[in-house]
């Protein structure tokens, strides 16, 4: 509705918008918001890159033979019998002593003693091969159990002598395969977008602070709508929001063409790459506009910077639980909760984007779009309502007043 002497919701919420969304962008602390991120992303890929090195220095986990030079001579005869066909799956067997007649093993010696094998055994083989001794840690001795076992019956003569060969007839996919893989890319996809998100959308908190320490939002709300102005804050940083990532997404790929970053790869989603990315650049906004307004609606009645402080760990901690939330109900598609997901505006968005990558249709992202946005106009008209009643004190304007604001709003002089 249009008043005399004042703009319309929508003219006062592009004012706004382009007014915020320029002073930000041009602001000496926008720098710092577009660096911060990349800080931790450059510490990630020297840390990765570093590990990597690391990792490829370390020789692979050994086992070590303690046993008679029989017994040794056979196991290592029926490992390299068998290695052609089981490969990596086999362990490395190492000579650690050969125990003389009457000679009793201490393994747990030798694991303790980093001078043998430089310290790289990760279990060690005692006793006979017909009765062999597995020593080691727990994890290390589930993970060699059944191949300690194969390769000592093969070396006492109850091991198969002849391997057949398999032959391979390998698919491109399969259902099951294919389906786990999507679960895979909709994880991802929730969770790239709950970090934007999370990173995003708290910085609406402090957005009205300022115009309220300086009575400005009072001479805004006499000059237009309330509507306008929470809309305009909204789609100023929405907008902001978009050119951080746009900074991000280039870097990222500039490092990841570098090799200091490794970006996995994912399996196509159901709706394709190019509808997915099209639904998560809508489904960010829209997560963005549904949690921001409610962030506006509650930053809007803080009186204090330390009061602003205060709130954002309760609402780091409301947007985790909306985070679980859709994750959990990922997991049970076509179940009551993944139907409530869906249908909670604040979930709604990382639920049905999970749903674009292991399902196919269009229809229900449309109607899901057009539902989150309905609750983006409810959440603004009630968080603007509540702000004129708990903190607009003052009355209306003069036209004067309201003019001359938006005379310097559009930038005229």
């Given at each position: 509705?249009?008043?005399?002497?004042?703009?319309?919701?929508?003219?006062?919420?592009?004012?706004?918008?382009?007014?915020?969304?320029?002073?930000?962008?041009?602001?000496?602390?926008?720098?710092?918001?577009?660096?911060?991120?990349?800080?931790?992303?450059?510490?990630?890929?020297?840390?990765?890159?570093?590990?990597?090195?690391?990792?490829?220095?370390?020789?692979?986990?050994?086992?070590?033979?303690?046993?008679?030079?029989?017994?040794?001579?056979?196991?290592?005869?029926?490992?390299?019998?068998?290695?052609?066909?089981?490969?990596?799956?086999?362990?490395?067997?190492?000579?650690?002593?050969?125990?003389?007649?009457?000679?009793?093993?201490?393994?747990?010696?030798?694991?303790?003693?980093?001078?043998?094998?430089?310290?790289?055994?990760?279990?060690?083989?005692?006793?006979?091969?017909?009765?062999?001794?597995?020593?080691?840690?727990?994890?290390?001795?589930?993970?060699?159990?059944?191949?300690?076992?194969?390769?000592?019956?093969?070396?006492?003569?109850?091991?198969?002598?002849?391997?057949?060969?398999?032959?391979?007839?390998?698919?491109?996919?399969?259902?099951?395969?294919?389906?786990?893989?999507?679960?895979?890319?909709?994880?991802?996809?929730?969770?790239?977008?709950?970090?934007?998100?999370?990173?995003?959308?708290?910085?609406?908190?402090?957005?009205?602070?300022?115009e309220k320490g300086n009575k400005v939002i009072e001479i805004l709300a006499a000059a237009i709508p309330m509507e306008?102005?929470?809309?305009?804050?909204?789609?100023?940083?929405?907008?902001?929001?978009?050119?951080?990532?746009?900074?991000?997404?280039?870097?990222?790929?500039?490092?990841?063409?570098?090799?200091?970053?490794h970006i996995p790869e994912l399996v196509t989603p159901a709706v394709g790459w190019p509808l997915f990315i099209a639904?998560?650049?809508?489904?960010?906004?829209?997560?963005?506009?549904?949690?921001?307004?409610?962030?506006?609606?509650?930053?809007?009645?803080?009186?204090?910077?330390?009061?602003?402080?205060?709130?954002?760990?309760?609402?780091?901690?409301?947007?985790?639980?909306?985070?679980?939330?859709?994750?959990?109900?990922?997991?049970?598609?076509?179940?009551?909760?993944?139907?409530?997901?869906?249908?909670?505006?604040?979930?709604?968005?990382?639920?049905?984007?999970?749903?674009?990558?292991?399902?196919?249709?269009?229809?229900?992202?449309?109607?899901?779009?057009?539902?989150?946005?309905?609750?983006?106009?409810?959440?603004?008209?009630?968080?603007?309502?509540?702000?004129?009643?708990?903190?607009?004190?003052?009355?209306?304007?003069?036209?004067?007043?309201?003019?001359?604001?938006?005379?310097?709003?559009?930038?005229?002089?």
């Amino acid at each position: 509705m249009i008043h005399k002497g004042r703009l319309s919701t929508l003219a006062g919420a592009f004012v706004v918008a382009r007014r915020d969304f320029v002073a930000i962008l041009w602001s000496r602390s926008f720098i710092f918001f577009l660096l911060g991120p990349l800080f931790p992303l450059f510490v990630g890929a020297m840390a990765g890159s570093i590990g990597a090195h690391v990792e490829n220095a370390v020789d692979t986990p050994q086992i070590g033979l303690m046993m008679a030079g029989e017994d040794i001579d056979a196991m290592l005869t029926a490992r390299h019998a068998l290695e052609p066909a089981l490969r990596d799956d086999l362990p490395d067997l190492v000579v650690v002593a050969r125990l003389h007649p009457g000679e009793k093993p201490d393994p747990r010696a030798a694991l303790a003693d980093k001078s043998i094998n430089g310290g790289n055994l990760s279990a060690i083989i005692s006793g006979t091969a017909k009765a062999p001794v597995l020593t080691g840690t727990p994890g290390r001795l589930a993970a060699w159990q059944g191949a300690v076992s194969l390769i000592a019956a093969r070396a006492t003569g109850h091991g198969p002598d002849v391997l057949p060969d398999v032959a391979l007839a390998p698919t491109a996919t399969s259902t099951a395969a294919q389906a786990h893989n999507r679960v895979l890319t909709a994880q991802g996809g929730q969770t790239l977008l709950f970090l934007l998100t999370m990173l995003l959308a708290g910085m609406v908190l402090s957005n009205l602070m300022e115009e309220k320490g300086n009575k400005v939002i009072e001479i805004l709300a006499a000059a237009i709508p309330m509507e306008s102005v929470f809309f305009g804050k909204l789609f100023a940083m929405l907008a902001i929001s978009f050119v951080g990532i746009g900074v991000w997404a280039v870097s990222g790929a500039t490092l990841s063409m570098a090799g200091w970053v490794h970006i996995p790869e994912l399996v196509t989603p159901a709706v394709g790459w190019p509808l997915f990315i099209a639904l998560g650049v809508a489904y960010f906004a829209m997560a963005y506009l549904v949690l921001g307004s409610i962030f506006l609606a509650i930053g809007s009645m803080a009186n204090s910077v330390r009061e602003i402080q205060t709130l954002n760990m309760p609402v780091t901690m409301g947007q985790l639980m909306v985070f679980f939330f859709a994750s959990y109900a990922m997991a049970r598609p076509g179940s009551a909760i993944e139907i409530a997901a869906m249908v909670v505006p604040f979930s709604s968005p990382f639920a049905m984007l999970a749903r674009a990558a292991m399902q196919e249709g269009l229809w229900p992202h449309l109607a899901a779009l057009g539902w989150q946005a309905l609750w983006v106009a409810i959440f603004v008209r009630g968080g603007a309502a509540l702000f004129r009643k708990r903190v607009m004190k003052s009355g209306p304007q003069g036209t004067g007043q309201k003019r001359g604001l938006i005379a310097a709003l559009m930038g005229k002089k």
